[in-house]
Every structure is written in structure tokens, then in C-alpha cells.
């Protein structure tokens, strides 16, 4: 069991480009949490997505920002046209029928 | 809304003291409370978390309803705490992984 995985842990891109961060949940996990770690600043949820649903998008910016899970394949969180103040720390995070387990994040910077 | 408050950023003990990391919190309902730990380049893993009323790694919480506090106390503190600790609240339910995050202490243990 390899644990939740992210990739990749580190991400630079130019302002106006896009950032897909991906997330594979532990193996028979059917739920995966998305969270941002603003410099400075503790986890905030952003969105819970079950397999090819949104459950609760509550924390998620209303635009540039979208998450989908697949019926096949990792969990993806993308950004469209970043800007500076979306460089965080992303950390994904899936849980089964008791606790969640974390990942070890994606850094993006945006430049 | 649910909050969680961490008032130390930066805690410093020496080996063998005793430790208590403080955690406050604000909800409505009947909250889950977790104490998470991220040691040096790992990821977030769960500590313990009040349902359970274990004791892991000599750590232990108690849920105060009425001072509505979820301490971390350890009596020994030991250098491998040495860590940053996250107090998590979640509105229960079965979205284990849908968290209220404060903001972290960061435990220094000097030997």
C-alpha cells in the first residue's frame, strides 16, 4: 500500500498558465479531499469528490479552479491561468470507511 | 461556522518536560476532534483523535465540551516529537477527510 501519491511534488509555471496536480488515492479508497496551505497559514478544505462526483466544492475558488475523479484513473485538480497568489502547497487526501490519509503535496509556484 | 484556533505558532520544551499543545474550537454540533503530526519531510499523518480515547506515542487529548478545548499533552517530552502539530475538527458524519485545519504549532524538543 503506497499511500496516497501526488504528483509532481514540485510545479512551476508562468502567470497565465495552467497547473494540473493529480492525486491517486489509497488503493479501495472511493473518497479524496482536495486542501491549499497558503504560506504561513494552516490547510483549508476545498473540495470532496467521491468517483465522478462532486460531493461538496464549499472551499473551491468560483473560477479558474476545478477538480474531477474518474471513474478510472487519478483525482485532478487543475488551475487554470494562475496567478502569483495561487503559489501554495496542495495536499490531497482519501479516505475510506474511518480516517483519511494525506499525501505529501504539490508545490506550485507561480512566476 | 467551524474554527479552529492554535494560539502558539512556536512551542519550545527540553527533553523530558512536560508538553501541552493548546487547540480551541468553534461548533455548533457534536464535532470530531484529531490532532495531526507532520514530522520532518513526511507527510500528515493522524495522531489520535478523541472518539478513540487511545494514547499514541505518550500523547493524549480530552475533549473539554464545556471550555470547548482538545489539548495535545505529553508528560516526558521527547526530541523525535520534535514536529508540527495540527488540531482538525470535523463535522463528522462520513466525510472523514473534510477538515477544519488551525493553524499548527510547531514543537521544538532540545535535549
Known amino acids: 500500500n503506497a499511500g496516497v501519491m501526488q504528483n509532481p511534488r514540485h510545479l512551476v509555471r508562468r502567470r497565465g498558465q495552467e497547473a494540473r496536480l493529480r492525486c491517486s488515492p489509497v488503493k479501495g479508497h472511493s473518497h479524496v479531499y482536495w486542501y491549499r496551505q497558503l504560506p504561513e497559514e494552516g490547510l483549508k478544505f476545498m473540495v470532496y469528490?467521491?468517483?465522478?462526483?462532486?460531493?461538496?466544492e464549499s472551499g473551491m475558488p468560483k473560477e479558474r479552479f476545478s477538480a474531477e475523479f474518474p471513474k478510472e484513473g487519478p483525482s485532478i485538480l487543475r488551475i487554470q491561468q494562475v496567478v502569483r497568489g495561487d503559489s501554495a502547497a496542495y495536499f490531497c487526501?482519501?479516505?475510506?470507511?474511518?480516517?483519511?490519509?494525506f499525501g505529501q503535496g504539490t508545490r506550485l509556484t507561480v512566476v | 461556522a467551524q474554527r479552529v484556533t492554535q494560539p502558539e505558532k512556536l512551542l519550545s520544551v527540553f527533553k523530558g518536560a512536560p508538553v501541552e499543545l493548546k487547540c480551541n474550537y468553534s461548533?455548533?454540533?457534536?464535532?470530531?476532534l484529531f490532532w495531526y503530526v507532520q514530522y520532518s519531510r513526511q507527510r500528515l499523518q493522524l495522531l489520535l483523535r478523541?472518539?478513540s480515547r487511545e494514547s499514541i506515542k505518550g500523547f493524549t487529548a480530552d475533549l473539554n465540551k464545556g471550555e470547548t478545548s482538545f489539548h495535545l499533552k505529553k508528560p516526558f517530552a521527547q526530541e523525535e516529537d520534535s514536529a508540527m502539530y495540527y488540531c482538525a475538527l470535523s463535522a463528522g458524519g462520513t466525510s472523514y477527510g473534510k477538515l477544519t485545519f488551525g493553524q499548527g504549532t510547531i514543537l521544538t524538543v532540545h535535549p
Open positions: 469528490l467521491q468517483k465522478e462526483n462532486i460531493i461538496d
Open positions: 487526501a482519501s479516505s475510506g470507511q474511518a480516517e483519511a490519509f
Open positions: 478523541h472518539i
Open positions: 461548533y455548533s454540533g457534536s464535532p470530531e
